[in-house]
Structures are given as C-alpha cells and as structure tokens.
C-alpha cells in the first residue's frame, strides 16, 4: 500500500504490528472458514483480534481491509462482505428469527476460474454438499425467492429428502442440512402470523442473492427448459 506510513502514522503502531494483526486476521478467516463449512464470519469477531489490544478506533477497517488484499493477492481469495438482508415481512412487529445485530459479516470466494477450481480445488467429498445448496436455492427462486416452510418440504419429498429422515446415505440428518444453509446465509427464516397461527417461511438470503449465484441459478433454469422443450419436439 503506497500511503502505508501515512496511515499508521494516526495509529501509533509499527509495520510489524500491523503485519501481525494482518497475518492474525487472515489466520482466523482461514480457520473459521474450514471449521464452519464456509458460514459467514461476523466483522465484529474480526474488529475484536484488533480491539483486544488496540484501542484506535479506525484501526481495525485498516486491518481488515489490508488483510482483505492479501487473501486476494496471495491466496486467491476474495473476501467477500455480506449485507446482512432483512426478511421481506415482519411478525407483527416483532422481527424474524434471525438478528440484525450483526449487520456485515464476510465469506471467502475462489478467484480461480472455474474449470481450473474444478480440477485443482474442488473437493469430489463435498460436492454434493454443492448440489443440495443449488437444488433448494433453486427451489425458492422458483417460488419467487420465499416459500413457506410446507411447501418447501413437499419439493423436497419428491426428491425423496424427509424432515425426519437422520442417515440419508449422502446428507445425513436432512433437518440439519437445511438448517446449515441458513447458517451460511444462503436461506433466512421468517415466522408470520396469519389466521390459522404461524407459518415458517424461507426466503433468499444474501448468499443467494449474489449476483454471481443468481446468475448461475437462471442460466440452470434455462438449460432445464430448452432440454424440456427440446424432449418434447421429439416426441
């Protein structure tokens, strides 16, 4: 960073330092990121690596945000801040199940182009990890990116995923992989009350509003149609 001296100059601290606090940030996104399958780190658990021992309060946006261009310039990393989003209703004033303390978090993406992460990078362990996310986002975008809880279950019965259901041979306990999308932000729950009492609701989160997704997710729904299409003129 070419005004590097200049900004540490308001902060009191040496270039070591900042290294360290640096080095200490990246670790930590690394980490959490491997340890929590790739949910959302809240920027105030990184605020506070820096905070624990300096008191300046511009010091830790300095800090992240020069960690931020090393995870892109070393690592190929993008460090990738999420707004969180707020449901589209409210429950009668109350809010939804998830808060809204934690307005910004980040997530890491692969800058890699995708055929190469594909072959170099992409766990074959995990892919069908992948695949449930994109079938259940795909789910909801289709229901015009909210649908209520039953009705997400239906979608799912038909491909033969029960709420009940703890071994599926490649997902496991099937409430808990969905639960985990909404951990990862990919989902938000919400819980209206109607006439006949509360009804759950899934809608997109930020994750899955990213235009990178979206964009992939519209381009599936095309192929599926023009295939549909296609099979049908020949019959």
């Given amino acids: 960073m070419a005004n590097t001296g200049e900004d ?15 080095a200490e940030v ?41 960690a931020r261009e090393k995870l892109s310039t070393i690592f190929g990393y993008e460090m990738k801040e999420l707004q969180r989003s707020r449901p589209s209703s409210t429950n009668q004033g109350r809010t939804s199940q998830q808060s ?17 992460y ?26 015009g990116g909210k649908i209520a ?36 932000r990919y989902l938000q729950k919400d819980k209206v009350n109607g006439p006949e009492g509360n009804t759950l609701f899934y809608e997109l989160a930020e994750r899955a509003l990213d235009e990178a997704i979206s964009k992939k997710i519209k381009e599936y729904i095309s192929q599926i149609v023009q295939n549909d299409g296609a099979s049908a003129d020949v019959e």
């Fill in 8 to 22: 540490l100059s308001q902060f009191d601290i040496s270039q070591e330092e900042k290294d360290k606090l640096v």
């Fill in 26 to 66: 990246i670790r930590y996104v690394l980490f959490k990121t491997h340890q929590n399958s790739g949910c959302p780190i809240k920027r105030d658990e990184l605020t506070q690596l820096v905070t624990k021992n300096y008191r300046q309060r511009a010091l830790p946006a300095l800090v992240i945000n020069a």
């Fill in 149 to 184: 809880e039953d009705g997400l279950w239906h979608h799912m019965r038909r491909m033969g995923l029960y709420e009940n259901e703890e071994n599926h041979p490649v997902l496991g306990n099937i409430k808990q992989a969905l639960e985990a999308l909404v951990q990862q």
């Fill in 118 to 143: 594909r072959k170099y990078v992409e766990d074959v362990n995990t892919a069908h990890l992948t695949g449930f996310t994109f079938v259940i986002v795909s789910i909801v975008y289709l229901a």
């Fill in 100 to 116: 809204f303390a934690d307005v910004k978090s980040y997530v890491i993406i692969s800058q890699l182009p995708a055929d190469v």
